[in-house]
């Protein structure tokens, strides 16, 4: 488990200057005027970034059994697309979001939670751009808490902060000491809601084992084990680029299993709930698989 959490940096990159001309230039330009640009840009990570291009590589041709030919060019196309995704965010960031379109299949189930009582968690993983949930999901009767990972630059920081403050989103970062699952507790007790990633497993010892796309992979157990000693609902959402500006969003509520007394059982039939869709929304949208490492067991 420890050699994925390695793998993974949890950084956008750019460096300090880069973000900072980004966020300047996307405030004021329409972010699609600035896509060509990734034509120059992708090669150099396919060359370089050798770790994530074999990932995406094999995704392609060992899970989706595509041709050596045909999983190198979804492999490029993977990369563009997570090119604009990543620009889409700054745009986002930035404050630039009318010019974003998007369509949310399954809103009921997230409307009817946001009326009542319990707070409730929206389970992400690393598809598609999910920093558009605050634009499609926008609401203020309910703050949902975005729980983070890694050591952004400070810039980035503020940005994402700012702009999500708007949208009734708070931020909850991942701390050394665990002291951040006090206050997922608190704030799944107070009613609000709590978003996270359910795709990564990060070093946990808390895993649940699963067929996913041909192969075994691990899955972190913690979310749906909360949610299930919580007694709240547990939604999985995912934010899907369809074409240049336009999004579409898939709301699942996950079924709980309620004549079963242990935790455990009943966050396992949460986890395989929640992989069934995931791998649903990867089938239909292969090219926005973005988790650059080794994710399958070998």
Request: glycine share 8%; charged share 25%; aromatic share 16%.
């Amino acid at each position: 488990m420890s050699e994925k959490n390695k793998q993974w940096e949890g950084k956008t990159g750019g460096g300090q200057f880069g973000q900072s001309f980004l966020f300047l230039l996307l405030r004021r330009v329409k972010v699609s005027y600035v896509y060509p640009l990734l034509f120059f840009v992708i090669p150099f990570y396919l060359i370089f970034g050798r770790k994530g291009y074999k990932a995406i590589f094999s995704f392609f041709h060992h899970n989706l059994r595509l041709n050596k030919f045909r999983a190198f060019f979804s492999t490029f196309r993977n990369h563009h697309i997570f090119g604009e995704v990543v620009l889409d965010k700054f745009a986002l960031l930035a404050g630039n979001k009318k010019q974003f379109k998007v369509n949310v299949e399954g809103i009921e189930h997230f409307n009817k939670l946001i009326e009542g009582e319990k707070g409730f968690i929206i389970a992400s993983a690393h598809v598609g751009n999910f920093e558009l949930v605050g634009h499609c999901l926008r609401q203020d009767k309910k703050k949902i808490n975005g729980i983070i990972y890694g050591g952004e630059t400070k810039n980035f920081q503020k940005q994402r902060i700012n702009a999500f403050n708007e949208s009734n989103i708070n931020l909850i970062s991942v701390s050394n000491d665990m002291s951040h699952l006090f206050t997922i507790k608190e704030v799944l007790d107070k009613g609000e809601v709590i978003s996270i990633p359910c795709d990564r497993v990060l070093g946990s010892n808390k895993v649940y084992k699963q067929e996913f796309l041909g192969s075994q992979a691990f899955f972190p157990l913690g979310t749906f084990k909360l949610a299930s000693q919580l007694d709240v609902p547990i939604l999985a959402v995912f934010i899907m680029k369809e074409r240049k500006l336009r999004y579409k969003g898939y709301t699942f509520l996950l079924n709980p299993l309620t004549d079963e007394k242990s935790s455990t059982k009943k966050a396992e039939y949460l986890a395989e709930q929640y992989v069934c869709v995931l791998e649903k929304i990867v089938k239909k949208y292969p090219s926005q698989w973005f988790n650059y490492y080794k994710f399958w067991e070998q």
